[in-house]
């Protein structure tokens, strides 16, 4: 068979799980994520329980969210989760500094995210306000969420109509404190998290808090190096990491009709992805070989410059094939280092950046990026098959990136799923497949893909690009032949 890449996988071997919240979200206080997106109020014509739309209820559950970080982001660090809760007409308001100046009733607070959680099956993921607030004040969160009874903190929760509590386990201590979160050094920062994170008390009643550090900048090298020197390993669970798929932070480039010359420049820094991570997974290892500490892409995406956020929100943006291309590429990435990755969360879940879900009053669409996550779920918790992978490149005015991509698994009934992406804007690929071991399994596929590059699912086209099924394959007893369309995502399953 003549062939542009071959992948082989080792599929009686695997020894990490893909931890599931690789396939974590992240919902800020920015735009119309929470208000006007996420939450209508209780008093919407869109129907809602407690305020929250019911079909982003039932999509979120389809999608099988495992994992979602609240309130930010920037906001995060500006948050007082003491105006969110008690009688929502009493609540101050807050003005959101980092993102429009809006001004917030403070009618979303950690009830209502911690029950959202709760409906659509998702671990919450609390990032604590490190830079403009206090010890004592993420300490009371701590215990106001996760005490049993009969403490300060528990009483108030048991007085606001929340008897049992909900036992978070991922907590960040603030956000991005090279920036937003105070334009801290390094090693002002270490010294900060080992205060806060001494008074986060576990409260017995859960297994353990698991305390995550916030991360570097991309290639920021330094930050993680000092981090993991600095912070004492019974004090920090997770470190995490915040890289953009983003062309030129001056220059973005538009969301919609952008053509193949910013296409491959996203992709460019989609993959850069895989190098980030083998650097600072190197640095880990350095101070940590035991890997007792993991890595937390805690926020990812492709970002752009979108007119649209002008009348749609503060970083509204449309998600095209490019996105489905970045999500894909991505969680590759992800899933064949899920040895030290365990958690990772695009950026955002509804109507923010890379959305899975955008809303226009009561119209929703599920976007490219959305279907793929979906079709990807199938890695949740499953072992990790290693694979070797050769492929021919995707090449654009002399440069080149490599066009195929893959990841595989095995989950608990034996069934092997394998996600292969191809980038190349006009080449389809033909993949040889090497799945040795698998005589006599059955396979079968699913696709992700459009005419064009630019399309995407409009308010009213709303299934314009949706999974489809694969049956570009042919082959038996473990050697396969799969032709990818370009630009093109297929999950294939064997059992
Ligand atoms: O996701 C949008 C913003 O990007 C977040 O608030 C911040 O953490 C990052 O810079």
Redesign the pocket.
């Known amino acids: 068979w003549a062939q542009d890449a071959t992948v082989t996988v080792k599929t009686t071997e695997g020894e990490h799980v893909i931890n599931r919240n690789i396939y974590g979200h ?1 919902a ?1 206080h ?1 735009g119309r994520c929470i208000y006007d997106g996420i939450y209508v109020g209780d008093d919407s014509t869109i129907p809602n329980t407690d305020g929250v739309r019911n079909d982003i209820i039932d999509a979120l559950v389809e999608l099988k969210v495992p994992v979602l970080r609240w309130p ?5 660090d500006t948050y007082h989760w003491m105006d969110g809760i008690g009688d929502p007409a009493k609540r101050p308001s807050i003005v959101n500094q ?2 429009g100046g809006s001004v917030e009733d403070n009618s979303f607070g950690t009830h209502d995210f911690l029950n959202l959680c709760e409906r659509i099956g998702a671990e919450p993921y609390l990032a604590g306000n490190v830079g403009s607030g206090q010890v004592k004040e993420l300490a009371d969160w701590v215990q106001y969420v996760n005490h049993p009874g009969g403490s300060p903190m528990s009483g108030l929760r048991i007085e606001n109509g929340q008897k049992e509590p909900w036992n978070v386990k991922y907590w960040g201590v603030g ?2 404190m090279w ?3 105070g334009n801290m050094a390094p090693e002002f920062y270490a010294n900060l998290y080992r205060q806060y994170s001494t008074f986060m008390t576990d409260w017995t009643n859960s297994d353990g808090l698991y305390r995550i550090a916030s991360g570097a ?1 991309g290639a920021d090298y330094q930050w993680t190096e000092v981090l993991m020197r600095d912070i004492p390993k019974p004090l920090i669970e997770g470190v995490a990491l ?1 890289s ?1 798929s983003v062309i030129d932070w001056g220059k973005k480039g538009p969301a919609k009709n952008f053509g193949e010359e910013l296409y491959f420049k996203t992709m460019k820094a989609a993959l850069f992805m895989e190098e980030l991570v083998t650097k600072h997974i190197a640095i880990m290892d350095k101070y940590d070989p035991e890997g007792r500490v993991d890595l937390i892409v805690d ?1 990812w ?1 492709g ?1 752009y410059d979108s007119k649209e956020s002008e009348t749609m929100g503060v ?1 509204y943006q449309q998600n095209t094939m490019r996105d489905a291309m970045i999500a894909g590429a991505t969680l590759n990435i992800f899933n064949n280092h899920a040895d030290r990755i365990k958690m990772a969360n695009l ?2 879940i509804v109507n ?2 890379q959305a899975v879900i955008l809303t226009n009053e009561e119209k929703l669409i599920l976007t490219p990026t959305y279907h793929v996550m979906k079709m990807y779920n199938v890695h949740q918790d499953a072992v990790l098959l290693p694979l070797e992978l050769e492929t021919s490149d995707y090449e654009f005015q002399g440069e080149k990136l490599p066009a195929v991509s893959a990841s595989a698994s095995k989950d608990e009934s034996g069934a092997i799923h394998i996600s292969l992406v191809n980038i190349d804007a006009k080449e389809s690929q033909t993949v040889i497949l090497n799945l040795d071991g698998t005589d006599n399994k059955k396979m079968t596929g699913e696709i992700l893909a459009s005419d064009k590059l630019e399309d995407y699912n409009d308010f009213d086209e709303a299934d314009k690009i949706s999974p489809k099924k694969f049956s570009g394959f042919k082959g038996k007893n473990g050697e396969y032949k799969v032709t990818l369309p370009p630009f093109s995502v297929v999950v294939l399953e064997l059992k």
Do not use: P, S
């Open positions: 992240f800020e920015l930010g982001g920037c906001f995060a980092w993102w956000n991005e920036g937003c979160g900048n915040h953009y926020e995406g970002w970083l950026a955002q923010v950046l």
